[in-house]
């Protein structure tokens, strides 16, 4: 160590400088134990949740809505929330919330099988109808006879 007064190099056990006399300030002896000195206060960001896993989350909030959104007939938001979930939930598998992006994949994958299911379904159902408008029975005006139009 040296003294910070005249610089000499002075042994580390000594109190005072031999050649100024100066006190030493860092002596061993003088020295506050490493238990006393202040921590260190580090500034860091506040503690927030790592994107991925705010990514999984939503994964698996869309997987539930498009799931339920199928249920209740809504087949076009399902479909739409469904693709968007899996495709989340695919980004989000390395984050530490794993679980949530497999289970928001797993909803969205069978919420589009179901999508694709009732589209077929209801395609089918219309294309083999005896009936359009939805219910209403076609007019079949051939049966009719028109007498006030008959030259007869």
């Not at 503690?47 to 209740?72: F, Y």
Request: glycine letters at 6%.
């Amino acid at each position: 160590m040296f003294c910070k007064i005249c610089g000499l190099n002075i042994d580390d056990h000594l109190k005072s400088c031999p050649n100024c006399g100066s006190a030493v300030v860092n002596a061993p002896s003088e020295q506050q134990p490493t238990s006393q000195i202040p921590p260190v206060i580090m500034m860091s960001a506040p503690a927030t949740a790592n994107t991925n896993d705010k990514i999984a989350i939503a994964s698996l909030v869309l997987g539930i809505v498009a799931a339920s959104s199928n249920i209740i007939c809504c087949v076009p938001v399902g479909i739409i929330c469904a693709i968007v979930g899996l495709i989340l939930g695919l980004f989000a598998l390395k984050s530490k919330k794993r679980t949530q992006a497999i289970v928001g994949i797993s909803l969205s994958a069978v919420a589009i099988v179901i999508s694709v299911i009732v589209i077929i379904f209801w395609a089918f159902v219309i294309a083999n109808s005896e009936h359009t408008d939805f219910g209403m029975p076609t007019e079949d005006y051939s049966q009719y006879e028109y007498s006030r139009f008959d030259k007869n």
